[in-house]
């Protein structure tokens, strides 16, 4: 759905505002016109591979939400901005702080498999890098690379 079919059907309303919520399964490409949306993250299938637009193609204002759907995920996740322009301030059971990127950008953030269910990342693309944060129940429930 383009995001002015979005905003028409929530125009006006202060009541029954809805999330888009998608699953991923398998590898997928995120465009901008995926910015808003809330997905639900499982790695039955294996491995695999989310692929952000690159700093080239982003536009300024992308939003997304990764909330992890299983409990110890199957297999780790890859979130991909195909170079170091992922600026993460992560935070986990302990309060700890310790996956975060801390002034160095990374090229990706790593869903591992140790993670919970109902742990999440949200990223918003600004200024040329994305400026994410997330909450873990566990330690080392995302790493980056």
Same mark, same amino acid.
């Given at each position: 759905?383009?995001?002015?079919?979005?905003?028409?059907?929530?125009? /006006?309303?202060?009541?029954?505002?809805?999330?888009?919520?998608?699953?991923?399964?398998?590898?997928?490409?995120?465009?901008?016109?995926?910015?808003?949306?809330?997905?639900?993250?499982?790695?039955?299938? /294996?491995?695999?591979?989310?692929?952000?637009?690159?700093?080239?193609?982003?536009?300024? /204002?992308?939003?997304?939400?990764?909330?992890?759907?299983?409990?110890?995920?199957?297999?780790?996740?890859?979130?991909?901005? !195909?170079?170091?322009?992922?600026?993460?301030?992560?935070?986990?059971? !302990? /309060?700890?702080? !310790?996956?975060?990127?801390?002034?160095?950008?990374?090229?990706?953030?790593?869903?591992?498999?140790?993670?919970?269910?109902?742990?999440?990342?949200?990223?918003?693309?600004?200024?040329?890098?994305?400026?994410?944060? !997330?909450?873990?129940?566990?330690?080392?429930?995302?790493?980056?690379?």
């Amino acid at each position: 759905m383009a995001r002015a079919s979005y905003l028409n059907e929530n125009s /006006g309303s202060t009541s029954g505002h809805k999330l888009k919520v998608e699953p991923i399964k398998a590898a997928r490409t995120l465009t901008n016109d995926d910015s808003g949306k809330v997905f639900m993250l499982d790695s039955a299938g /294996g491995a695999y591979s989310i692929t952000l637009p690159t700093a080239a193609n982003a536009e300024q /204002g992308i939003y997304y939400k990764f909330i992890v759907e299983e409990e110890t995920p199957t297999a780790d996740i890859t979130i991909a901005a !195909g170079s170091a322009i992922i600026s993460l301030v992560a935070f986990d059971g !302990g /309060g700890d702080i !310790g996956n975060s990127t801390a002034g160095t950008q990374v090229s990706n953030i790593l869903v591992e498999q140790a993670s919970q269910k109902g742990d999440y990342i949200e990223m918003m693309f600004f200024n040329g890098e994305y400026v994410a944060s !997330g909450l873990s129940a566990i330690n080392d429930g995302f790493t980056t690379s």
